[in-house]
């Protein structure tokens, strides 16, 4: 009986082993990519939009442009009259994007001092059940002059909105129903000190990721 005991035991210590080894080898990786703006075929999977669709003066356009490293990077010019808003949003993903293992959203841009609109889309079940409309989660970033920098805002400070008002109820984004990402930028509006007002806007966009920076679990 002793030895059968010391048997059982070593294989269910063997087990054991295994198992945490399995784990540690099937952990998502610490950061995800989900654009990086090195071609003009990446500029395909974007469309532009802006008040102008709604009468209003504001343009935008998307462009592929050099930077210091010699790799591409998009570049994207507005102009924003009148109070108007201008942005450009990927198109829907084949499907839907996970990132459940991720708690945070990083962009590496270089703008203009202005604050700007990130917007996630996820699955409609919130705002409009049966409706095609997506579901919307914004977060303000703002995006320093000259200078290229990464800015990263966590999943937990994007907030549900409904045609650009914060919906005043405790939600939870659907992290594993992903559509879509959008930048945008309002003549008005933003964090404290960033530039606001009407006329010429840019903002050079080099990745968009996922990324975890607390411990997975």
Not at 16 to 25: C, P, Q, R, S, V
Not at 71 to 85: P, Q, Y
Not at 122 to 151: C, M, R
Request: glycine content about 8%; charged content about 25%.
């Amino acid at each position: 009986m002793s030895r059968f005991r010391s048997i059982w035991q070593a294989s269910l210590n063997a087990t054991k082993k295994a198992l945490t080894w399995n784990l540690e080898d099937l952990m998502p990786p610490a950061e995800r990519l989900i654009f990086s703006f090195n071609s003009k075929e990446e500029l395909k999977k974007w469309h532009l939009y802006s008040d102008s669709e709604y009468g209003g003066l504001s343009s935008a356009s998307l462009e592929i442009s050099e930077v210091d490293n010699g790799l591409k990077a998009e570049d994207s010019k507005w102009n924003i009259r009148r109070g108007g808003f201008c942005g450009m949003r990927s198109k829907k993903f084949d499907g839907f994007i996970d990132l459940g293992s991720y708690d945070t959203i990083a962009l590496k841009l270089r703008g203009d001092g202005r604050s700007y609109i990130s917007t996630i889309y996820t699955e409609n079940w919130v705002n409009s059940p049966g409706q095609l409309e997506d579901n919307s989660w914004q977060a303000f970033v703002h995006v320093p002059k000259d200078n290229w920098y990464i800015a990263k805002i966590p999943l937990a400070r994007y907030l549900p909105t409904w045609r650009g008002n914060v919906i005043n109820a405790e939600m939870e984004m659907n992290q594993a129903r992903i559509l879509g990402i959008s930048l945008s930028v309002n003549a008005e509006g933003g964090v404290p000190g960033a530039r606001t007002g009407t006329g010429d806007f840019k903002v050079e966009l080099d990745w968009i990721k996922a990324i975890r920076t607390e411990e997975y679990t």
